[in-house]
């Protein structure tokens, strides 16, 4: 016990810790961005609010999502302390900077990370903290009738103040009822600052994934001949590019299209 305590301790021990965690969180935006992309359904934000609903009432979905909170905790707290070590070893720098191969990504990996640790906290609590806590989300009714598929929405007032969501038949019509996030996002995503920020946090995401993705295969021992340029392919394109990119558009076009 002691040895594997001391394993983790140590400075290759945090990097594994911050290469695991780290990629735990990759797997997330990967899910994370599938989610959301309901959001640019053209079905009155049914699909996004049942989706929403899933992730906070499904138990197993909730022990994950408690794990996913304490992995960004832990890849946060290690990447502190990895930083003030590795500036502590070398607290002078050198009178003529020599040239560096290392990528502008790789030397403002802090910088980068406080960039989105920062963006998470406004995030969820715009989002996360006001739709599970909050009386600030209102409520929407969905009628599908089963024998058209045709769908209608209407504002919905629960009877009781301990009402999250209810789904019924009545006469060949499913009644689904939950909490509007989709409203709530439209509106936040109709200011511009937000907007602002929100595409700001998705660039030092992309260059952060550039980075940090392949340093976790390489960390983790994972390298071959073979399969680290494909392994650094889908770092720098699939992470760094499209998932970044899939975030990004989706405040950019809420502000243009829910605009009025």
């Keep these: 016990m002691s040895e594997f305590k001391q394993t983790f301790n140590s400075s290759l021990g945090?990097?594994?810790?911050m290469a695991l965690t780290g990629l735990f969180l990759c797997t997330f935006l990967i899910v994370h961005l599938g989610g959301n992309l309901l959001l640019f359904k053209n079905d009155n934000g049914f699909g996004f609010n049942v989706y929403a609903n899933f992730l906070t009432h499904f138990p197993p979905i909730e022990v994950i999502a408690y794990i996913l909170y304490l992995s960004i905790l832990v890849h946060a707290?290690?990447?502190i302390i990895l930083t003030v070590k590795n500036r502590k070893a070398r607290p002078v720098g050198y009178a003529v900077a020599a040239k560096s191969d290392t990528s502008w990504s790789s030397k403002n990996m802090g910088l980068l990370g406080s960039i989105l640790f920062v963006f998470l906290v406004i995030h969820m609590s715009d989002f996360w903290y006001k739709y599970k806590y909050t009386n600030e989300v209102a409520f929407k009714e969905y009628r599908t009738d089963?024998?058209?598929?045709?769908?209608?929405?209407?504002?919905y007032t629960p009877v009781s103040a301990d009402f999250n969501?209810?789904?019924?038949?009545?006469n060949n019509v499913e009644?689904?009822?939950?909490?509007?996030?989709?409203a709530r996002v439209a509106h936040v995503f109709g200011n511009i600052w937000y907007v602002?920020?929100?595409v700001i946090a998705m660039g030092a995401l992309s260059f952060h994934l550039l980075h940090g993705f392949q340093s976790a295969f390489r960390t983790l021992g994972w390298v071959h001949r073979k399969y680290t340029p494909i392994v650094y392919g889908i770092g720098a394109w699939f992470f760094a590019v499209i998932i970044p990119l899939g975030f990004?558009?989706?405040p950019v076009?809420?502000?243009?299209m829910h605009k009025g």
């Design 146 to 155: 089963l024998a058209t598929d045709q769908t209608t929405v209407a504002d």
């Design 248 to 250: 990004a558009l989706m």
């Design 14 to 17: 945090k990097k594994l810790i």
């Design 77 to 79: 707290l290690y990447a």
């Design 196 to 198: 602002l920020i929100y």
């Design 165 to 170: 969501h209810s789904v019924s038949t009545e």
């Design 175 to 182: 009644i689904v009822r939950v909490k509007d996030l989709h």
């Design 253 to 256: 076009y809420y502000f243009f």
